[in-house]
């Protein structure tokens, strides 16, 4: 088989950037870099270029174009809507979210609990889904917002966001969700979906890193998380990423088009590769939902062996692939996302993800279905040798 020198598949953690997508933008780094907030022509053409690519988002998940915000990521989106909703209602102070969100959210809402405030966050079952009879049980009068991930970045397992969103409805209380995992995967359709607010980063779309976008349903009561000028129709601040919006509304098109051929194509390489490793890996075992889950991604564990070293030795045969693990200095903590599952420590520590894109190909499957069986055999093999007797010093 010939080898592929480079496979990609980490798609969740981000993605190539389409040519499509710099050749959009190469214009407002070259010759259009007016400022889109000044009144002379050279900027209100650039102005009208955000537009252009404001409808095009918008129409990536059906909302009206003035709807959406830019902001710098996905992460500063989940922030302002927690925030604009704790703002516009002072008299609530409670938040609910579940315990397999992005850190955006976990430790947005870890820092407000320092502040005083309250948040549920939700256990999930061992599938990695959620009790939404708890969930309704949860939500208090004091409740601002509910936040809860539509497609876990992890396992890709998705939560129920319209069943979550009439819940919110009826308890009168609003609903945002990090859709940062499900452009051009998932048909988004935010009035069909009852939803209030919505967040995406465009770098999971075959867009560049630092440029996102929150979906604000007309009439909600909203304040600013960045302040400063009256860019966004003063939702915020700052001068606008030119290029990077042109960038992103690219890449919308690009997704809407994409979407067959991620739940056709990829979804059966994903299938190929699932299938291919448990059969083919003894002690392997899928992490979260088979059914309800985004088409791209695995999650899988290895017994008796650390995902470091898989990670270590697929990076050395050209594979890149993550762990749902936070490295951090050195040591891997488990995944937060899996030991909410129920996982042991031990299972959570042997999980890496793979998650596939539009730009892969059959033939790189085979070649880390060729590839990975034997680096798992090799790590149990060193990991089953008995360690030597170690001497405590002094001891004799
Ligand atoms: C589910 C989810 N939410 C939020 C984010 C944060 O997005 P960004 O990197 O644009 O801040 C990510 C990125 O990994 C994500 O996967």
């Known amino acids: 088989m010939s080898q592929p020198k480079f496979?990609?598949?980490?798609?969740?953690?981000?993605t190539q950037v389409a040519p499509e997508v710099v050749d959009a933008m190469i214009p407002f780094l070259r010759e259009q870099w007016g400022n889109p907030s000044s009144i002379y022509t050279f900027g209100k053409q650039v102005a009208k270029h955000v537009e252009t690519a404001r409808e095009k988002v918008a129409a990536l998940i059906n909302a009206d174009p003035r709807e959406i915000v830019f902001t710098s990521c996905g992460t500063e989106s989940n922030n302002s809507a927690i925030y604009s909703a704790l703002m516009t209602h002072p008299q609530k102070r409670h938040v609910v979210t579940s315990s397999v969100e992005h850190s955006a959210n976990i430790k947005f809402c870890q820092a407000l609990q320092a502040q005083g405030y309250q948040t549920t966050f939700l256990p999930v079952e061992p599938d990695g889904g959620l009790d939404l009879h708890l969930l309704e049980q949860s939500?208090?009068?004091?409740?601002?917002?509910?936040?809860?991930?539509?497609?876990?970045?992890?396992?890709?397992?998705l939560f129920p966001i319209e069943e979550i969103a009439a819940i919110c409805r009826s308890k009168g209380v609003l609903f945002h969700t990090d859709a940062v995992q499900t452009p051009g995967k998932?048909?988004?359709?935010?009035?069909?979906?009852?939803?209030?607010?919505?967040?995406?980063?465009?770098h999971k779309l075959h867009a560049p890193k630092g440029i996102g976008l929150l979906y604000v349903k007309r009439n909600t009561k909203y304040r600013p998380y960045i302040i400063g000028g009256n860019q966004e129709r003063g939702r915020r601040g700052g001068t606008e990423n030119v290029a990077q919006i042109a960038g992103f509304g690219c890449a919308a098109e690009l997704a809407m088009a994409s979407l067959a051929d991620e739940n056709t194509r990829v979804r059966a390489l994903r299938?190929?590769?699932?299938?291919?490793?448990?059969?083919?890996?003894?002690?392997?075992?899928?992490?979260?939902?088979?059914?309800?889950?985004?088409?791209?991604?695995?999650?899988?564990?290895?017994?008796?062996?650390?995902?470091?070293?898989?990670?270590l030795m697929l990076d050395q045969a050209g594979i890149c692939a993550s762990s749902g693990s936070a490295c951090t200095s050195g040591s891997l903590d488990p995944s937060h996302v899996l030991t909410a599952m129920g996982c042991s420590i031990a299972r959570a520590r042997g999980s890496i993800r793979l998650s596939l894109g539009i730009y892969n190909t059959?033939?790189?499957?085979?070649?880390?279905?060729?590839?990975l069986p034997p680096i798992i055999q090799k790590l149990r093999s060193h990991s089953a040798k008995p360690k030597e007797k170690t001497v405590a010093a002094g001891k004799g």
């Open 7 to 14: 496979v990609y598949f980490d798609n969740n953690a981000t």
């Open 139 to 157: 939500i208090r009068p004091d409740t601002a917002i509910v936040s809860i991930m539509w497609a876990n970045n992890e396992t890709g397992v």
């Open 186 to 202: 998932l048909k988004i359709d935010v009035n069909d979906l009852g939803i209030d607010l919505l967040s995406l980063s465009a």
């Open 271 to 311: 299938d190929k590769l699932e299938n291919g490793i448990l059969k083919g890996i003894p002690g392997s075992v899928r992490n979260g939902a088979r059914e309800r889950r985004l088409p791209n991604t695995l999650n899988v564990s290895f017994d008796s062996v650390e995902a470091e070293g898989v990670l």
């Open 362 to 371: 059959e033939t790189e499957v085979d070649y880390v279905l060729a590839q």
